[in-house]
């Protein structure tokens, strides 16, 4: 793998770490791919019996990667469309994966950081994490994740951050239920700990059977509402706004909608 690395103890625990800590694990096409790819393997493999999902380096996940940014502003609809399409399906495997997915947050999640948290059954958080959705600043909206993001928060409480681009904190992070728990750094680990422990004396196949449940009365991500927020991204891609919010972050200047 070019973009992950994992770890699987001898109880059963799959340390799957985002390993791109030079670029705060931002994700690109292929970190895209080794995700769903690795979803699906620890899915099927019976010696796992649970998933904790974190970041390498001083951050979860940034979100984009700035080159695959760059590449979609070069791409056309069709590109576009089949890259949004991934990182669906990316969140949709991990979102379906039958063990226990345990998200560690630290440092920076944004845009797909915060997809990241949405499909984790439970997350931890640092005190001091940066998170937000951020899209709108570039003109973009957060099409991809949005069926997982207001899934997990609601669309009550979504209105407060989904279209704002504001960022917030770990603490505000709870009440709108991304994370589960905020913790100093140095009790992450034992916090991680406490989470795993229940469903090493779990029955694994009741665990997986008991996620399904929830997701089948729960409703979750359809694949129409996945649909739907591809075409909006890929709509908002064209417009003129995105045009000019992503020129105006690459050149380092203000949009022209920025007081």
Not at 41 to 59: H, W
Not at 131 to 137: A, D, H, N, P
């Amino acid at each position: 793998m070019e973009t992950l690395e994992l770890q699987v103890d001898a109880r059963g625990v799959a340390w799957l770490r985002l390993n791109r800590p030079d670029k705060h694990n931002a994700m690109d096409a292929a970190m895209i791919a080794e995700l769903t790819e690795m979803a699906a393997r620890l899915g099927r493999d019976p010696a796992v019996r649970v998933v904790v999902l974190t970041g390498n380096g001083r951050s979860f996940c940034a979100g984009g990667d700035l080159g695959w940014m760059q590449a979609q502003m070069a791409a056309d609809a069709a590109t576009r469309a089949r890259e949004a399409g991934a990182l669906a399906a990316m969140l949709g495997a991990l979102d379906a994966m039958p063990k226990p997915l345990i998200g560690r947050v630290q440092g920076q999640a944004f845009g797909g950081g915060v997809g990241l948290m949405s499909v984790c059954d439970v997350a931890i958080g640092v005190s001091g994490t940066k998170i937000g959705l951020t899209e709108v600043r570039l003109g973009l909206i957060p099409a991809t994740i949005g069926p997982y993001a207001v899934a997990r928060m609601g669309a009550a409480r979504a209105r407060r951050v989904f279209f704002s681009g504001r960022v917030f904190d770990a603490a505000e992070a709870v009440d709108l239920g991304l994370l589960a728990r905020v913790v100093t750094a140095e009790d992450l680990d034992a916090a991680i700990e406490a989470e795993i422990a229940p469903y090493l004396v779990a029955a694994p196949g009741a665990v997986a059977e008991g996620k399904r449940l929830v997701a089948d009365l729960a409703g979750g991500a359809d694949a129409a509402q996945v649909a739907m927020s591809i075409e909006a991204l890929v709509a908002r891609w064209e417009s003129a706004e995105s045009a000019e919010g992503i020129a105006a972050f690459f050149e380092k200047r203000k949009a022209r909608w920025v007081e």
